[in-house]
């Protein structure tokens, strides 16, 4: 943690006492989280061997952000989020344990409506917490609330990738099924110590209309913006490529390499630890960059990740492939700050629920088409081959951002 970026993220977190309890609750589910995503690849993994069945299962884990990602969004400029958080993370809490039921040949179905359900009320609990946790700092610590968001995951997904990895290893998977649903519960323990803030959004007349005529409002006030729609359609790009990534690492992790049942974690942690480290040190200078130069941050960063992933797809062997993962982590968190960023400089509180939820639904819905065809295609053709694709297509997002920004197709009006 540098001298220059440590102040910034730690002033947020020192002086917003509210805003501190929720990031804190959100490290602890994300931790719990990670040990459970190492432990549902290798459950799948050990009851049918087959690299479709992983993908089936990271594409359930996006499908609902499809399907209900912008009525999230809607409820979440609806109701009290405060409410709608502490209800969704107790739920999780619970469908987190029933994942116990699926340990068997016979039951390894019960994974997918599982895994289903829980990734619905993890995307309302998202758009919940998205819409009111920007509303407890000051709007030009954006970038500074995007990359603590961020860090948490990356922290505790190193501790969790690591851990994981060794429950699975050591004890098997239903240890981690258990300590998912109990970070779950604490969680909300931290929730209810937060009280202030923006809890709810839309209170003018438009609340009444209905809920398709409000996610469409929501829709229209984000493509009247050319920078959002950009981002948009950069975001989906992206996605597509890195779905197939993901499954790719997997089955490098767990049969090229040889690593076991939680040889995934390994990748997890460097991840976590790389992508923690230039977080921590980026973001305070990220933060006082022009408009121009957080943009240009933002398409260099799909861009690196992109080359970085195809050079993941050629590695030879398992060290010069963490080092690779290493390198696209370190592009691939500067990306998240800046975007959320753009996003909370063009919504007010009563749409911000709905736009929020619509740049999670365009990236889910990339992450499922992409997974499931990674999945089939790792079955059919060199793991490398698939890795090496979809890094070109997460590069060629990067590269039109900058090619638009180049030509002053970006609107950099909004300063930050």
């Keep these: 943690m540098t001298a220059v970026a440590a102040p910034g993220l730690l002033r947020v977190l020192s002086a917003r006492t509210e805003f501190r309890w929720l990031w804190l609750g959100n490290l602890i589910s994300v931790c719990g989280g990670w040990f459970s995503a190492v432990a549902v690849f290798a459950m799948v993994y050990q009851h049918t061997g087959a690299g479709v069945a992983a993908g089936a299962t990271l594409a359930l884990r996006y499908l609902p952000g499809v399907l209900i990602g912008g009525f999230a969004g809607v409820l979440a400029d609806r109701m009290d989020r405060r409410t709608l958080m502490v209800v969704t993370d107790l739920a999780l809490a619970g ?17 997918y409506p599982l895994t289903f ?10 758009a919940a917490r998205n819409a009111w946790m920007p509303s407890l700092v000051e709007p030009d610590e954006y970038v500074l609330f995007g ?19 060794a429950a699975v290893t050591l004890f098997g ?44 409002a929501g829709i229209r006030h984000a493509l009247r913006h050319r920078q959002i729609r950009a981002l ?25 390499y040889q690593l076991g049942n939680g040889g995934v974690g390994w990748f997890y942690a460097v991840q976590g630890v ?59 968190v500067l990306y998240g700050p800046v975007a959320i960023a753009v996003l909370l400089r063009h919504a007010d509180n009563a749409m911000r629920g709905r736009l929020m939820s619509l740049w999670t639904a365009t990236a889910t819905a ?15 053709l060199p793991p490398g081959l698939v890795a090496v694709g979809a890094g070109l297509l997460m590069a060629v997002a990067g590269g039109t951002w900058l090619v638009l920004l180049g030509r002053g197709q970006l609107d950099t009006s909004v300063q930050p």
Excluded at 95 to 111: E, T
Excluded at 232 to 245: D, I, Q, R, Y
Excluded at 281 to 301: D, E, F, M
Excluded at 366 to 380: E, P, Q, T
């Design 95 to 111: 469908f987190a344990a029933a994942f116990l039921l699926a340990d068997s040949p016979r039951w390894i179905w019960l994974v």
């Design 117 to 126: 359900v829980s990734a619905a009320t993890s995307f309302t609990f998202q």
């Design 147 to 165: 990359a603590l968001v961020q860090v948490n995951g990356l922290l505790f997904q190193a501790v969790g990738g690591l851990a994981g990895a």
């Design 173 to 216: 998977w239903r240890w981690a099924f258990v300590i998912n649903a109990a970070s779950f519960a604490v969680s909300t323990l931290c929730t209810l110590r937060a009280r202030g803030g923006q809890r709810h959004g839309d209170t003018g007349s438009a609340r009444k209309d209905g809920i398709l005529t409000a996610l469409v």
């Design 232 to 256: 948009l359609a950069v975001e989906a790009v992206f996605c597509l490529g890195l779905g197939a990534t993901i499954v790719t690492m997997t089955f490098l992790a767990t049969r090229t």
């Design 274 to 332: 790389t992508g923690a480290a230039v977080l921590l040190a980026a973001a305070a200078r990220i933060q006082r960059l022009p408009a121009r130069g957080q943009l240009t941050v933002l398409g260099l960063s799909c861009l690196c990740e992109g080359l970085a992933t195809s050079a993941f797809g050629l590695a030879p062997v398992v060290g010069f492939a963490l080092a690779c993962w290493a390198v696209a982590a370190a592009a691939d």
């Design 366 to 380: 990339a992450l499922a088409l992409s997974s499931l065809v990674g999945g089939i295609l790792v079955d059919r």
